[in-house]
Structure formats: structure tokens, C-alpha cells
């Protein structure tokens, strides 16, 4: 690798705009990744940070929750085949409440749930809900920005249902909205309060709930299968995909992060390509004097592979100190599995990048580059 080391020292110029190119490339990539991550997790974090392996949900909803309705028979059944302590009831609706004593209108997702039950998250702030206190909920931390704290008092505007803040949790969203969680009484009381409200008393009034959480393994998930066939068995990352708007949003920045290897692959390609082709009499002079080909190969590879790795360290820096000073509520979020995930494809795309220049270097013939010198 000396002859590498000592050709990126003498053309300094030459290579640092490289680095400089591929450093913008990568903190582009990383940026958007941890974007993407970000965005995912604040649309579904409520489902994906529950204990549950799998929802029963109504058959043809489309594996959404808000389309589907069950009603406590269902749930009973399903306890008796996967266990009462592996079984929890959920019911999802989003709706817009307000603040008493204001006109400002905030969009939410209300859970219903046991307050007891392994679903129910744990309150960072306030106290919990119980099953036997009604008018009582706990928020997500989000809510605070819009003014919320602990004794405020929140006004259903759909039902005209008032609930007082007990506390409050983190990390609760569902479809970019903070997740506002009730128990199962005031639940059913809300949900009689639409039905009254919509003038279609009897509608529905058994199918209480949305979805029906479990935690199965795969002979209980086949037994639940055969014994509801009106029903459907979907697994979590299912659930999360069926978000309205998840697989749009991901599917657009997954493709802006595919384009972005693919440019900075053939950035690296034309960039050495031409470097390459400046170099073909130097290349020629050395082959003339009995350095191997594969010595050659390696000298380049290991330029691309120095320039990648140092750009990609620098721009892991750069993406720290950006993620400290971004506003709390930017959905930002680079797991250490994502990073290595990505960084590696970044080299691979890099590496694959050089391939046009080892293939110029192989083709360089000794005799033709030595004659093109002389001249």
C-alpha cells in the first residue's frame, strides 16, 4: 500500500475533493437513514413497543385496526386457546380533543385497554390509571409541547366526553399522533356515548374492540386460525406496515437512500475512472519494470476503500453532533444495527464503484503506455 499512500500525499488536492465529495455523500445517506428510522418508529411506536407477537383483527381489514371490530366473545375464546395471561383487548380510534376552557384542537389516537394488562405502558410522570377510577387517562410526552400537564382536563370532541390527565408516558405515537390511553370502562362508555350521539343505537354495541393482542407461538397461532374464520392472525411488523401512510413514507425515503448509494457509486467510478486514465503511462512504466498487476489492483482499491472509510468515520461524527442539537420533537432515530447495516453497504457500493478503474488497469499495456510517454 506505499505506492497508494504516496500518491494520495503528492496529488493532496486531487483526492481531498474526493473525500470531500464522498463525506457529503455519506452524511447524506446517514442523515436520511436515521430520518427514515425516525419517521418509522414515530408512526407505529405504540404497536411496536408492545409485548405482543401477534393481533387477531377482523377478516378483509386490510390488517388495520381502525377497520376492525371484535366483540368480547371473541376475546374469551381466544384466552381459552392461547391462555388468559397471553390475551389482551385493545380498541384504537383517532379523534380530536381540546383543552377545557380553550378553542385549541389537538389530533390524537386513544387506546383502550387494562390498565393491569402487560399492554399498558408505564407512567414516566403522574400516576398510572386503574381499571376502577373513570375520567382518568395518561398522555404521551408530546402533548406537553401543546400545553397539557398533569390535572388538565381534555374534551372529546366527537363525544363531548371530558378526562383528566393522571399522567403521562413516552414514546406512545400511533400514526404521528400522540397516543392518548383509557381503560376499558371509560372505553365502552365513549363508545355508547358515539353510537347515541351518530343515532344508530344497537349498531355494533357487542364488537367493542379493535384488536385482540396476543403472544402465541406458532401451533396456538394455527389453532386460533381454524377456530375464528371470520377472523385474521397478523403479526406485529404487519400491523406496523398496515399504519395508514407507513409503507408510502417508508417507500419514499428507502428509494431517495437506494439512489443515493447508487450516486455516490458512480460518483467514486468517474472520479477514479478519470484519475485512472490520467495515470495510464505511470501505470504502463511500472508494469514495464516488473510491478504486477495485481499490485496495481490493490493500490487502488486500497485508496477507494481509505477514502470511504475516513469520509464514513468523519460524517458518523457529523451526524452525532447534528442529532444532539436537533428539537426533541424531530423524528430522528439511528440504531447502532442500522448504522453498521449502512455503513457497509456504503463501502460495498464504494468498492464497487472502483471496479471500472481495476478493469482500465488490467487493459493498460506496458508497451503502449511507455510509447505514449516517449511522445
Given amino acids: 500500500m506505499y505506492l497508494a499512500i504516496r500518491e494520495m500525499r503528492f496529488a493532496k488536492v486531487r483526492y481531498s475533493l474526493i473525500a470531500i465529495i464522498m463525506l457529503l455523500v455519506a452524511f447524506l445517506v446517514l442523515f436520511v437513514t436515521g430520518l427514515a428510522q425516525g419517521l418509522a418508529y414515530d408512526n407505529g411506536a405504540s404497536i411496536q413497543n408492545m409485548d405482543a407477537t401477534h393481533f387477531m383483527m377482523e377478516k378483509d381489514s386490510n390488517h388495520r385496526f381502525t377497520r376492525s371490530q371484535l366483540s368480547k366473545e371473541a376475546a374469551v375464546q381466544a384466552a381459552s386457546i392461547a391462555g388468559q395471561e397471553n390475551v389482551q383487548p385493545l380498541s384504537i380510534r383517532m379523534t380530536t380533543v381540546m383543552t377545557e376552557g380553550t378553542t385549541a384542537k389537538l389530533d390524537v389516537t386513544l387506546f383502550g385497554m387494562d390498565p393491569g394488562g402487560w399492554l399498558m405502558p408505564k407512567a414516566t410522570e403522574g400516576a398510572a390509571i386503574t381499571s376502577s377510577a373513570t375520567g382518568q387517562v395518561v398522555v404521551d410526552r408530546k402533548l406537553k409541547d401543546s400545553g397539557v400537564g398533569l390535572g388538565t382536563i381534555l374534551v372529546d370532541q366527537a363525544s363531548g366526553l371530558k378526562w383528566t390527565v393522571s399522567g403521562f408516558v413516552s414514546h406512545e405515537s400511533f400514526s404521528h399522533s400522540p397516543v392518548i390511553l383509557l381503560n376499558l370502562h371509560d372505553w365502552q362508555q365513549l363508545q355508547a356515548k358515539t353510537i347515541t350521539r351518530s343515532g344508530t343505537e344497537g349498531a355494533g354495541e357487542d364488537k367493542i374492540y379493535n384488536a385482540i393482542a396476543l403472544k402465541a407461538n406458532k401451533h396456538q397461532v394455527e389453532q386460533l386460525v381454524t377456530a375464528f374464520p371470520d377472523s385474521e392472525i397478523v403479526t406485529k411488523a404487519e400491523a406496523v406496515s398496515a399504519i395508514p401512510g407507513y409503507k408510502e413514507e417508508q417507500g419514499s425515503l428507502w428509494m431517495m437512500i437506494v439512489f443515493l448509494f447508487i450516486i455516490s457509486s458512480f460518483v467514486l467510478a468517474v472520479f477514479f475512472y478519470v484519475i485512472t486514465i490520467q495515470k495510464s503511462s505511470q501505470f504502463g512504466i511500472l508494469k ?22 475516513g469520509s464514513l468515520i468523519v460524517s458518523m461524527l457529523l451526524i452525532q453532533a447534528v442529532e444532539a442539537v436537533l428539537p426533541a420533537g424531530m423524528p430522528f432515530q439511528l440504531q447502532p444495527s442500522t448504522l453498521v447495516y449502512t455503513s457497509g453497504a456504503f463501502i460495498a457500493m464504494s468498492l464497487a464503484g472502483s471496479l471500472l478503474s481495476i478493469w482500465k488497469v488490467t487493459r493498460i499495456d506496458a508497451l503502449d503506455a511507455i510509447g505514449r510517454s516517449a511522445a
Avoid: C, E, M
Wanted: net charge positive; charged share 10%.
Fill in 288 to 309: 514495464a519494470i516488473g510491478t504486477r498487476t495485481a499490485y496495481l489492483i490493490r493500490s487502488v482499491t486500497f485508496q477507494v476503500l481509505l477514502l470511504s472509510t
